[in-house]
Every structure is written in structure tokens, then in C-alpha cells.
């Protein structure tokens, strides 16, 4: 491990985001921050996917923009070969959600299979 790592050093850490992705975050923290804001925009998401309306878009361009790599190792290594070029190192990390039937257990079972192997 590299013992010159910092993570108080923020100018590295955002140094790959442009000033439109630097914003967009500091909107979703400050959001996020409220605990109203917060409290009501789960339960608003809660609901939406509850009777199937259509916000998976609005939710993969916001908090899972900013906090995933993607939704496939595909997705995953064109943000880590990016983060790479900024010497920012990642971590490979598998989560679903989903249903628990033995088809869902499945094809977590290969998801975390390619990761490791990926990660390798």
C-alpha cells in the first residue's frame, strides 16, 4: 500500500470529475444532507418503484451515477481504466437487489465469480 495516500487531499480525489460533475454532486450531497429532502425522497422512490413508474433513469443519472462504477464489469472497467488515468485506485464490489428465487441467487453466484476474477 502506498503510504503517500491522503484521503484528505480532495483536489486529487475529484480531480477526474468536470466542473458540470463537481456541481451535480454538491447538489445530490446537499439533498442528500437534509433529512427532510432525504426522508422524502426515499419514500417517493419507494413508492415509484412500488407501482412500476418509470425513475430508474432519473436514479442511475443521480445516486447511482455517483456511487457505482456501472452495472456490469463492462461499465465498471470503463471507470476504472478513467480513475486510472488520475491514479485514483478502485474496488470491485457486486450488490443486487432483487428477488430471493434460486435464479436471482444464481446469477449473483457468476456476478461475483466475474468480479473476482476481474479484481484478480
Request: with cysteine; hydrophobic share 40%.
Amino acid at each position: 500500500m502506498d503510504s503517500n495516500i491522503s484521503f484528505s487531499d480532495t483536489e486529487i480525489a475529484f480531480s477526474y470529475k468536470s466542473d458540470k460533475e463537481l456541481k451535480k454532486s454538491h447538489l445530490l450531497f446537499t439533498s442528500i444532507n437534509n433529512p427532510y429532502i432525504s426522508k422524502l425522497g426515499a419514500n417517493i422512490v419507494k413508492f415509484a418503484l412500488k407501482v412500476k413508474l418509470p425513475v430508474k433513469g432519473i436514479i442511475r443519472n443521480t445516486v447511482f451515477w455517483q456511487f457505482c462504477g456501472g452495472e456490469t464489469i463492462r461499465q465498471c472497467d470503463q471507470t476504472i481504466q478513467k480513475l486510472a488515468k488520475f491514479n485514483i485506485k478502485t474496488i470491485l464490489d457486486y450488490a443486487a437487489e432483487g428477488d430471493s428465487d434460486s435464479l436471482d441467487y444464481e446469477g449473483a453466484v457468476e456476478e461475483i465469480l466475474m468480479t473476482v476474477e476481474k479484481a484478480a
